[in-house]
């Protein structure tokens, strides 16, 4: 699913290309996109773009007379530009197309469940009621994320991956930060003592900004082509038995559904290796629960 940097540099590079554009017309490939009746999507055609938000890990484009379009991508929802006039509509994968002023915003999503959602809305208090009220990581104090972290008891991985928390963070990201903050995906967001809230902090900070200014040098002037949950440059995340760039150890994750969880056991559980809970269960007294554990395992 795209996160806070996928979505930022979207809504940045929609900024830049689209903003005063007229949106002649929405063509729909598949109905199901739109999730609401009242306005109707005709009521956009025909008018110019205002302005674009981001709305946690959805996209609002703000069009004359203070109508919106809300994109959310959801897990496998991506967006291409075209420049080009009524471009074609992706076959497979295509789910609509935005046509503009010599050009085709296109909206695609792989695989045959179809998430992504598209609704229309009229003032931008309607779009500021689809914000689930997270705090921005990119500023947080110490004292806020403390202070969220105390707010409940959750595992940290859902903490920084709850909108209602934490602002635009997923999966993917959750990983990278609690790695270089060096904290467990498992430990308990209560139990964090001040040390580790200032490193969550700067975590929050450095990590997600990095990965924002190398992808908006990625990208330069264009339009993103690569959104990913599995970066060739991320420490953790997808990177499973791999060496960890700060120690070496080898990355261990946790499988459940089609979610994961990458760690690295010397940084982040003092070389404890966290329980799976299909293969652990599976495994019982034969799962290993240290890295030297594991090793031996492998070597028998």
């Given at each position: 699913?795209?996160?806070?940097?996928?979505?930022?540099?979207y809504?940045?590079?929609?900024?830049?290309?689209?903003?005063?554009?007229t949106?002649?017309?929405v063509?729909?490939?598949?109905?199901?996109?739109?999730?609401?009746?009242?306005?109707?999507?005709?009521e956009?055609?025909?008018?110019?773009?205002?302005?674009?938000?981001?709305?946690?890990?959805?996209?609002?484009?703000?069009?004359?007379?203070?109508?919106w379009?809300?994109?959310h991508?959801?897990i496998?929802g991506?967006?291409?530009?075209?420049p080009?006039?009524?471009?074609?509509?992706?076959?497979?994968?295509?789910?609509?197309?935005?046509?503009?002023?010599?050009?085709?915003?296109?909206?695609?999503?792989?695989?045959?469940?179809?998430?992504?959602?598209?609704?229309?809305v009229?003032?931008?208090?309607?779009?500021?009621?689809?914000?689930?009220?997270?705090?921005?990581?990119?500023?947080?104090t110490?004292?806020?994320?403390?202070e969220?972290?105390?707010?409940e008891?959750?595992?940290?991985?859902?903490?920084?991956?709850?909108?209602?928390?934490?602002?635009?963070?997923?999966?993917?990201?959750?990983?990278?930060?609690?790695?270089?903050?060096?904290?467990?995906?498992v430990?308990?967001?209560?139990?964090?003592?001040?040390?580790?809230?200032?490193?969550?902090?700067?975590a929050?900070?450095?990590?997600?900004?990095?990965?924002?200014?190398?992808?908006?040098?990625e990208?330069?002037?264009?339009?993103p082509?690569k959104?990913?949950?599995?970066?060739?440059?991320?420490?953790?995340?997808g990177?499973?038995?791999?060496?960890?760039?700060?120690?070496?150890?080898?990355?261990?994750?946790?499988?459940?559904a089609?979610?994961?969880?990458?760690?690295?056991?010397?940084?982040?559980?003092?070389?404890?290796?966290?329980?799976?809970?299909a293969?652990?269960?599976?495994?019982?007294?034969?799962?290993?629960?240290?890295?030297?554990?594991?090793?031996?395992?492998?070597?028998?």
């Amino acid at each position: 699913m795209p996160e806070l940097p996928d979505v930022e540099l979207y809504r940045e590079r929609l900024e830049a290309l689209v903003v005063g554009q007229t949106l002649h017309r929405v063509r729909l490939k598949s109905l199901f996109l739109v999730r609401t009746a009242v306005p109707p999507l005709t009521e956009a055609h025909g008018r110019a773009i205002a302005r674009v938000r981001r709305v946690g890990k959805r996209l609002a484009l703000g069009l004359e007379g203070d109508l919106w379009l809300v994109l959310h991508l959801m897990i496998a929802g991506r967006l291409r530009y075209a420049p080009s006039a009524n471009a074609k509509i992706p076959g497979r994968i295509g789910l609509a197309a935005f046509d503009l002023d010599g050009a085709t915003l296109l909206l695609t999503e792989a695989g045959t469940k179809k998430r992504a959602s598209l609704h229309v809305v009229q003032g931008e208090a309607a779009v500021d009621a689809m914000d689930r009220g997270g705090l921005d990581p990119r500023t947080a104090t110490p004292a806020q994320v403390a202070e969220i972290l105390r707010r409940e008891r959750h595992t940290l991985k859902r903490t920084l991956s709850d909108p209602r928390l934490f602002d635009g963070i997923g999966g993917a990201y959750a990983d990278e930060i609690l790695w270089r903050a060096r904290l467990s995906p498992v430990g308990w967001s209560d139990q964090v003592d001040d040390d580790g809230v200032a490193r969550l902090t700067e975590a929050l900070h450095t990590t997600l900004v990095a990965f924002l200014d190398r992808m908006r040098a990625e990208t330069g002037d264009g339009f993103p082509e690569k959104v990913t949950a599995f970066r060739d440059d991320m420490a953790v995340h997808g990177r499973y038995r791999q060496p960890c760039p700060a120690c070496g150890t080898e990355i261990q994750r946790i499988v459940y559904a089609t979610r994961e969880t990458n760690y690295c056991p010397s940084c982040q559980t003092g070389g404890r290796i966290l329980k799976d809970r299909a293969l652990s269960s599976l495994l019982r007294k034969d799962w290993p629960r240290t890295i030297e554990e594991l090793e031996a395992l492998r070597t028998r």
